[in-house]
């Protein structure tokens, strides 16, 4: 019998040991609570500094199509002045289309080509920064008329491509193909308006040769991929 006794009292024994007390249990669940907690405020860490990456990437962006447009727009206003040069939706820089040709005309006219001269010295200097050039797709250049009826969609599409041609004559350098790649031209007729109306000064605001800065989203894509995948 006392053996028996002394049997039930050892495995009574053995299981206040292996059964944790309430202190123990609790301590253990504040700490499992705890180690969640950093772990989330690690996290929230590392989704912060992802967030502001990808938003400097994305301001780089913008600064980058905005100062290649500054400088374009530089050296235009040098030669014409501010009142003939205009900034629109997107950074487009544009100059009135009369200061470089006469009417009904798409050949470059005496003026303007001493303007497209200056102008593509400027556009080698882009093309040839090593910060600029990298994330550069396409320099288009748009031609745009007023509203008057004429052969619109000839005439604009042809000062679009005689002020590129004009370019890589003026700078033999732009017209290599590792400069001339980064020029393109087209046409707009009247259907892009800068000024609604059919007064003079609308109709002289509308015939107007414009530079659209396209860069690379492939260069920013993999930009924005390389910051995701160093998460």
């Known amino acids: 019998m006392s053996r028996l006794r002394g049997r039930m009292e050892n495995e009574e024994e053995q299981l206040?040991?292996?059964?944790?007390?309430?202190?123990?249990?609790?301590?253990?669940?504040?700490?499992?609570?705890?180690?969640?907690?950093?772990?989330?405020?690690?996290?929230?860490?590392?989704?912060?500094?992802?967030?502001?990456?990808?938003?400097?990437?994305?301001?780089?962006?913008?600064?980058?199509?905005?100062?290649?447009?500054?400088?374009?727009?530089?050296?235009?206003?040098e030669n014409v002045g501010k009142d003939k040069v205009t900034r629109g939706p997107n950074n487009t820089i544009s100059i009135e289309g009369d200061i470089l040709f006469d009417t009904g005309s798409s050949v470059v006219s005496e003026a303007g080509k001493g303007v497209l001269a200056s102008l593509s010295d400027g556009i080698v200097t882009i093309l040839d920064d090593p910060e600029l050039q990298p994330y550069l797709y396409i320099i288009l250049i748009e031609g745009h008329t007023d509203s008057v009826p004429f052969d619109n969609w000839s005439l604009s599409t042809d000062r679009a491509v005689s002020v590129v041609k004009y370019l890589l004559e003026a700078n033999p350098k732009l017209a290599t193909k590792e400069y001339a790649q980064y020029l393109a031209a087209t046409g707009y007729s009247e259907f892009k308006p800068m000024v609604e109306g059919t007064s003079e000064e609308a109709l002289r605001k509308n015939r107007r040769i414009s530079f659209q800065i396209i860069l690379d989203d492939q260069k920013w894509q993999e930009s924005l991929n390389a910051v995701l995948q160093n998460r």
């Open 16 to 77: 206040d040991y292996y059964w944790p007390s309430f202190t123990d249990m609790m301590a253990m669940i504040v700490l499992v609570i705890l180690f969640i907690a950093i772990i989330a405020f690690v996290q929230a860490i590392y989704t912060a500094y992802d967030q502001a990456e990808i938003k400097q990437e994305l301001q780089q962006t913008v600064e980058i199509k905005k100062q290649i447009s500054d400088l374009i727009e530089q050296r235009l206003e």
